[in-house]
């Protein structure tokens, strides 16, 4: 299925073949309690993206630059009035971080 996926990016859509990441660590995968997630983080580590990077680092200035960026999920989106929804596979350690994030301003 995924060398579908790749093809079908690559001939499509190679601004997003080109943010899929390298395979994850095995630390990563044998941490990795769902195995859907676990055989997807085996062949890429979810995508990389100069916007998300930027969010993450705090760098507002680079977050306006590469807001475009934002709008290459792998997995597609939708908009509704003022509702924008764009999902990407997030790698292991942005997913963690996001997640510690949430988590922390629900206490």
């Known amino acids: 299925a995924w060398s579908t996926i790749e093809r079908c990016l690559a001939a499509q859509a190679p601004s997003i073949s080109a943010t899929l990441r390298p395979p994850a660590q095995t630390h990563v995968l044998r941490d990795t309690a769902c195995r859907a997630l676990r055989y997807m983080r085996a062949i890429h580590d979810g995508q990389e993206l100069t916007f998300d990077r930027c969010w993450v680092?705090?760098?507002q200035q680079g977050v306006r630059e590469n807001v475009d960026g934002a709008w290459l999920g792998m997995f597609g989106g939708y908009s509704a009035y003022d509702h924008v929804v764009c999902s990407?596979?997030?790698p292991h350690g942005l997913a963690r971080q996001i997640q510690r994030e949430i988590r922390g301003a629900s206490d």
């Open 57 to 59: 680092n705090g760098d």
């Open 88 to 90: 990407r596979m997030h």
